[in-house]
């Protein structure tokens, strides 16, 4: 048995710099966590700090969402060197996303056991991404670091780090129900280009497992809604669709709070059912509030 809870290694690999290194981490604590090798997921009388910002390198430029060069329709090798580099990007802080929600909420909001489990799968999951397609980008000549990126994904977890029904909200149940609605034309662009084997990897690995990751977000947040009515709820006895309207309306009005501007279709409708949520979830944060 290790000696070591699950919120003391997420934290040890939310202090790994260099993004290899951070998802092999993650990766080995996952492996004990399931086996059962780490036993505890925390120690009920002790609070760890969770730093503001997780260790990163600094070989990755950083430009401001708004200053990205356009990456362009994978018709060229540059343009699907930019795509890829800017989905390794994006799966290196969904490493960090995943242990961060474990670190900083689950013990603070009194988590059950199943939703570390759930979260120490999908941190196992983007960080075997990150490591794929990192390798796939060198495969095609490039490298990560190459071009430049946005850490909006961080921005948004960090506007929402005291809020675990807005971090669910806006990380899994916006910006990954995003990616599902994206992924598919990425796919196609990819395999009209002649690169086959990065439509393989997105199609075949990333985009179902990320369907599982938007799933976990809308299942804790229907869990949160439903404890705060009945603390003694466990998650496998929410009965949500008894109150799943009252749970649209909470999830529209954290949306409208921490997300700016409304959600942009067109929406892939099959992918985010598969999730677990309808467009009752969604279509009505396509359009702007009117302030009427």
């Given at each position: 048995?290790?000696?070591?809870?699950?919120?003391?290694?997420?934290?040890?690999?939310?202090?790994?710099?260099?993004?290899?290194?951070?998802?092999?981490?993650?990766?080995?604590?996952?492996?004990?966590?399931?086996?059962?090798?780490?036993?505890?997921?925390?120690?009920?009388?002790?609070?760890?700090?969770?730093?503001?910002?997780?260790?990163?390198?600094?070989?990755?430029?950083?430009?401001?969402?708004?200053?990205?060069?356009?990456?362009?329709?994978?018709?060229?090798?540059?343009?699907?060197?930019?795509?890829?580099?800017?989905?390794?990007?994006?799966?290196?802080?969904?490493?960090?996303?995943?242990?961060?929600?474990?670190?900083?909420?689950?013990?603070?909001?009194?988590?059950?056991?199943?939703?570390?489990?759930?979260?120490?799968?999908?941190?196992?999951?983007?960080?075997?991404?990150?490591?794929?397609?990192?390798?796939?980008?060198?495969?095609?000549?490039?490298?990560?670091?190459?071009?430049?990126?946005?850490?909006?994904?961080?921005?948004?977890?960090?506007?929402?780090?005291?809020?675990?029904?807005?971090?669910?909200?806006?990380?899994?149940?916006?910006?990954?129900?995003?990616?599902?609605?994206?992924?598919?034309?990425?796919?196609?662009?990819?395999?009209?280009?002649?690169?086959?084997e990065t439509a393989d990897l997105l199609e075949r690995v990333v985009y179902p497992e990320e369907i599982t990751h938007c799933a976990a977000g809308v299942k804790w947040f229907k869990h949160?809604?439903?404890?705060?009515?009945?603390?003694?709820?466990?998650?496998?006895?929410?009965?949500?669709?008894?109150?799943?309207?009252?749970?649209?309306?909470?999830?529209?009005?954290?949306?409208?709070?921490?997300?700016?501007?409304?959600?942009?279709?067109?929406?892939?409708?099959?992918?985010?059912?598969?999730?677990?949520?309808?467009?009752?979830?969604?279509?009505?944060?396509?359009?702007?509030?009117?302030?009427?």
């Amino acid at each position: 048995m290790d000696s070591e809870t699950l919120i003391e290694s997420a934290i040890r690999v939310l202090n790994t710099a260099d993004p290899y290194e951070k998802a092999l981490l993650g990766d080995s604590i996952a492996v004990k966590w399931l086996q059962g090798a780490i036993s505890e997921p925390y120690d009920p009388t002790v609070d760890l700090p969770v730093m503001d910002r997780p260790a990163r390198l600094t070989n990755v430029k950083l430009v401001s969402p708004s200053l990205m060069p356009k990456l362009g329709k994978a018709g060229s090798l540059q343009s699907r060197q930019a795509i890829v580099h800017s989905l390794v990007h994006i799966e290196s802080w969904a490493v960090d996303l995943s242990w961060d929600i474990i670190a900083r909420f689950g013990k603070q909001e009194k988590m059950p056991r199943e939703f570390f489990t759930d979260f120490v799968r999908v941190a196992q999951d983007e960080g075997r991404h990150f490591t794929l397609l990192a390798a796939r980008l060198e495969e095609i000549g490039s490298r990560y670091g190459a071009f430049p990126a946005h850490d909006g994904l961080w921005d948004s977890a960090t506007a929402t780090s005291h809020d675990l029904l807005a971090r669910l909200a806006i990380e899994h149940c916006v910006h990954e129900a995003r990616g599902l609605d994206v992924l598919p034309t990425t796919i196609s662009r990819f395999r009209n280009g002649g690169d086959n084997e990065t439509a393989d990897l997105l199609e075949r690995v990333v985009y179902p497992e990320e369907i599982t990751h938007c799933a976990a977000g809308v299942k804790w947040f229907k869990h949160l809604c439903a404890r705060s009515k009945n603390p003694e709820v466990t998650v496998n006895s929410v009965e949500a669709d008894d109150i799943l309207e009252e749970i649209i309306q909470k999830f529209h009005s954290v949306v409208r709070e921490h997300f700016r501007g409304p959600l942009k279709p067109p929406f892939n409708a099959e992918a985010r059912k598969a999730a677990g949520f309808g467009p009752q979830w969604y279509e009505p944060l396509a359009v702007k509030e009117s302030n009427a």
